[in-house]
């Protein structure tokens, strides 16, 4: 069964401190991986792609990973700051085409304390 | 910021009512997507549509129906609500060729007393 497991549930952490979050899924076949960040009330927004080919991506204080042999990424957010609290939701295309299939996960809930 | 819209924001109504939730963007996408969610919950696909004319029923079983009159307005119908449906309901779009990468509205939190 195709499934994307995230892991801590939720994490609180203080203001400027490191995190990582964890993706571990058993989709097949995989094309890509898109971590999603979720403020509450609003609609998840993509924060960065990765595709089978690379192992690592950063955008500003966003670095996602992905090893595609043991089926795991993770996103590592640097000297947090209150705004990143939020959800964190990792979705994987088995596909990568309109014909694709999406996989979500339950999420991250982070929350960043003064 | 995503130019898809969703209407009402929030809306609690009573068992046996007819609602539309109302979704629109601007952006010319044709692929679009209703999703809905609960708390600590993925993600379930409820309906979804490749173009206009087109509508097709996703993972969750449900009771409601959409319509793809014009490519920018995707509105879903429950005919008769009850409280199993109060959930979050999120409406997406995406492009072709950006790997599936969505585009999602902020959402209708629907409330069936």
């Known amino acids: 069964k195709n499934q994307v497991e995230q892991s801590p549930q939720s994490l609180i952490i203080l203001e400027g401190k490191n995190c990582t979050l964890q993706?571990?899924?058993?989709?097949?076949?995989?094309?890509?991986l898109r971590w999603y960040k979720q403020d509450t009330g609003r609609g998840p927004v993509s924060l960065t792609i990765?595709?089978?080919?690379?192992n690592t991506k950063s955008n500003g204080r966003y670095t996602a990973t992905l090893d595609a042999d043991t089926k795991q990424s993770s996103l590592h957010i640097t000297a947090s700051q209150l705004s990143d609290s939020a959800s964190y939701i990792c979705?994987?295309?088995?596909?990568?085409?309109?014909?694709?299939?999406?996989?979500f996960g339950r999420g991250t809930q982070l929350t960043v304390w003064p | 910021e995503a130019d898809i819209y969703q209407t009402p924001r929030y809306l609690v109504i009573g068992t046996g009512k007819k609602i539309t939730l109302e979704c629109s963007q601007t952006?010319?996408?044709?692929?679009m997507y209703w999703y809905q969610q609960d708390p600590g919950m993925e993600l379930h696909l409820i309906h979804y549509?490749?173009?206009?004319?087109?509508?097709e029923k996703g993972d969750l079983s449900s009771e409601s129906t959409v319509s793809r009159i014009r490519t920018e307005h995707f509105p879903l119908t429950l005919e008769s609500a009850r409280p199993s449906h109060t959930s979050q309901y999120l409406c997406?779009?995406?492009?072709?060729?950006?790997?599936?990468?969505?585009?999602f509205g902020s959402g209708t939190q629907l409330s069936v007393l």
């Open positions: 997406a779009s995406s492009v072709p060729g950006t790997n599936e990468k969505l585009f």
């Open positions: 993706c571990n899924y058993t989709v097949s076949p995989f094309s890509n």
């Open positions: 990765m595709t089978f080919s690379e």
């Open positions: 979705v994987v295309n088995d596909r990568g085409s309109t014909l694709g299939r999406l996989y």
């Open positions: 952006m010319g996408h044709d692929k």
């Open positions: 549509s490749y173009g206009v004319n087109s509508t």
